[in-house]
């Protein structure tokens, strides 16, 4: 619903192992008059890779609001910690370490959520 309108923009570098990349994008949608969804979005990120193994970092900022009543706005963060080794031919083993922070836009932490998650896998592709 609404008009909506965005732009976004990223780059990447890369340098012997290195990787590394940032973005940043834009929306608004009006979707009545008294709410949208306007948000701003900034990501960066790093990888180095070493023979069979990988290793990276990452960070999401995003922030917006959707009730106009309310006068603040909506925040995310959330940190990403990975490490992967290549077994074989099609064969990878994947660890990763999460971090997220919300802070809702309603006043006092009422909406407001954090925590940790760990993952662990074996991908096979063929």
Known sequence: GGDPK???????VRWSGFRF???YKQEHNKTSALTSTDFKVLEI???YNWGKNWVSLGWEHAKGGASKIVSGDDKTDVL???YRRDLGPGVQYRFNVFYA????ENPGSTDDSKGYAVTTSVRIAF
Request: aromatic letters at 10%.
């Open 80 to 82: 990403l910690a990975s």
């Open 6 to 12: 965005g732009w976004s923009v990223g780059g990447l």
């Open 21 to 23: 990349s940032a973005g």
């Open 45 to 47: 990120g790093g990888r």
């Open 101 to 104: 922070d919300y802070k809702g």
